[in-house]
């Protein structure tokens, strides 16, 4: 499907509300560029307040009165499957798009981004067929009673992701509630929102969905996304980003006791026991570093290693760094492409500066990359500190950015309690070849998920999440799942005598009756 083109030719993309794409009141507009380039690539609408009510207004009425709350599990499955079939054909363009747009590296956004979230759009549908119907026992207090949960959607849901995994984000926001029953305003981010308004476009083109039941606005989270978020049409706010944005919109919920799932910040530690295969342990701790310029939520930041092969995992880590291939994200050899803008290479920058005067030993990179092609995009050496304090800011803060602390550990207690001494609780990595002993030390992590030999492996059947403050609730599996909906009891009474009822106590039966 062709993308709109505005009068300067640039793609301009419109708000989607109620089955009908439209301008932004007042016409509004803000620019998308290409983070590599410096290159403007797309125009998009900014919504206002009239627009998120009227987004919000056309979810209100498909979920109040329109038939998708009530579309049986397997047909809303097959709707889902249909959906996925459209993204599996145009998967290269939507990796192309994604790399252009968040400056992702081809080979990423070819081989595990859009594989990866139509594989989840995939899983969504067949969770979708999951009946809303659980069991109860049979429970005879103070009479018989036959009961049972119905599981229903919750109602209006406010969507709100981040530009780091633009496509994955809006899947597993919409895969999960509409598998449910749902209705759905997505909101992303103005840094990078173009592969989830194709997502949108191509839901829009299958006509599969009744009117209203996917949103999008686009704009930014101050105005657009506060807006939405404190809207009282909204029953509940899912929403993906840093844990200050988290807290603002914890609060906004709070008037009308909005529900909240948070999918929040992280600094997640990798853990190398001292048996571990150091091969593959230094190439996964460095992947789980590294990976998309270091700026994916469960990024393994802090690595901490064994005093007795300190030197040597320093010295072959940063050997091994030293061949990664800085460059245009959008060549297949590339391995770290530039950061989503220049005020958040700025930001990073102040944390190696930080780092510094911290007296952590500066062991590779923390600067930018020198060449023509560098010029034009926000491009900044991978960086690898040593000799960092657990207990300093740099190890402490999330700073979404290609910056490693590695830190030394003694014993295998003390390194689990510096990994669980942060104020995130998102992932972690272990890495041994004893894998009784690496599962102890996962149990003991206060994490979400902890990877065993691996780093950033995500599973749609599996809960994914944060302790502490990397978030509430979970996404992707059941669990994900559930929650979108509100269970709600229905209780079945089987007592055919007045006189057995409980009502006795208050509400004596007619002299007689039984
Ligand atoms: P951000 O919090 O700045 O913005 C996220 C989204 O919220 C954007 O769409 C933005 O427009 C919107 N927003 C901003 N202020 C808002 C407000 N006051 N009200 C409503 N919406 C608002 O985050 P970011 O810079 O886009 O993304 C990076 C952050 O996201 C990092 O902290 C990272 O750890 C986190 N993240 C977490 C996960 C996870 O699953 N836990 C995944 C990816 C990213």
């Known amino acids: 499907m062709a993308l709109e083109l505005s009068t300067n030719e640039q793609p301009y993309h419109r708000l989607y509300i109620n089955g009908a794409w439209r301008d932004g009141t007042g016409g509004r507009c803000f620019e998308v560029v290409e983070p590599a380039t410096g290159t403007p ?46 993204v599996e054909e145009r998967a290269f363009e939507l990796a192309e798009i994604e790399s252009r747009d968040g400056g992702v590296p081809i080979r990423k956004t070819t081989y595990n981004d859009i594989p990866l979230g139509l594989h989840m759009l995939r899983v969504f549908a067949e969770l979708a067929r999951r009946s809303p119907y659980e069991p109860l026992p049979w429970n005879d207090f103070p009479t018989l009673a036959w009961s049972f949960v119905w599981r229903e959607p919750v109602g209006v849901c406010a969507q709100i992701i981040p530009w780091n995994y633009t496509f994955c984000m809006a ?19 103005s840094l990078a929102p173009l592969s989830a308004i194709e997502l949108v476009r191509m839901i829009d083109g299958s006509g599969l969905l009744p009117r209203g039941v996917v949103n999008l606005i686009t704009g930014p989270g101050a105005e657009a996304g506060e807006l939405l978020v404190a809207h009282p049409g909204v029953d509940k ?140 995009g926000p491009f900044l050496e991978p960086t690898i500190f040593t000799h960092v304090s657990n207990r300093s800011r740099l190890a402490q803060e999330e700073i979404f950015g290609p910056v490693l602390a590695v830190i030394r550990y003694e014993e295998l207690g003390e390194a689990v309690a510096m990994a669980n001494d942060s104020r995130y609780g998102l992932a972690a990595s272990v890495w041994s070849r004893d894998l ?7 149990r003991r992590l206060r994490t979400g998920t902890v990877w065993v030999n691996d780093h950033h492996v995500l599973n749609p059947y599996a809960p994914f999440g944060g302790f502490k403050e990397s978030g ?28 057995g009822k409980l009502w006795w106590d208050a509400l004596l039966p007619p002299e007689g009756e039984e």
């Open 41 to 86: 690539i797309a125009s998009v609408a900014s919504a206002g307040a009239a627009d998120v009510d009227a987004a919000v207004a056309a979810a209100r009425e498909a979920f109040d009165a329109g038939p998708w709350p009530h579309t049986p599990p397997h047909e809303r499955a097959r709707i889902l499957h249909r959906i996925a079939d459209m």
């Open 171 to 189: 899947v597993w926001k919409l895969g999960p509630a509409l598998s449910t029953g749902n209705t759905v305003v997505l909101k992303p981010s």
């Open 237 to 376: 706010i899912a929403f993906t980003g840093s844990t200050e944005v988290g807290r603002k919109i914890m609060a906004a919920a709070a008037p009308h006791i909005k529900k909240v799932t948070l999918e929040l910040g992280g600094k997640s530690p990798s853990i190398l026991l001292p048996d571990a295969d150091l091969d593959k342990a230094i190439d996964g701790a460095l992947f789980g570093m590294f990976y998309h310029a270091g700026q994916v939520c469960e990024a393994g930041t802090r690595c901490f290693v064994h005093s007795s092969h300190y030197d040597e995992v320093v010295e072959r880590m940063v050997a091994r760094v030293r061949q990664l291939r800085i460059g245009d994200p959008m060549e297949l050899e590339t391995d770290i492409g530039p950061l989503i803008s220049f005020g958040q290479r700025e930001r990073v920058e102040g944390y190696i500066a930080l780092g510094r005067e911290e007296g952590a030993r500066l062991a590779l990179g923390g600067g930018r990359p020198h060449g023509a092609r560098y010029e034009q």
């Open 436 to 442: 009784q002993q690496a599962i102890e030390v996962a």
């Open 472 to 499: 509430i609730g979970r996404e992707m599996g059941v669990a994900g799942l559930m929650e979108y909906t509100e269970p709600k009891h229905i209780h079945v009474d089987f007592q055919q005598r007045r006189s």
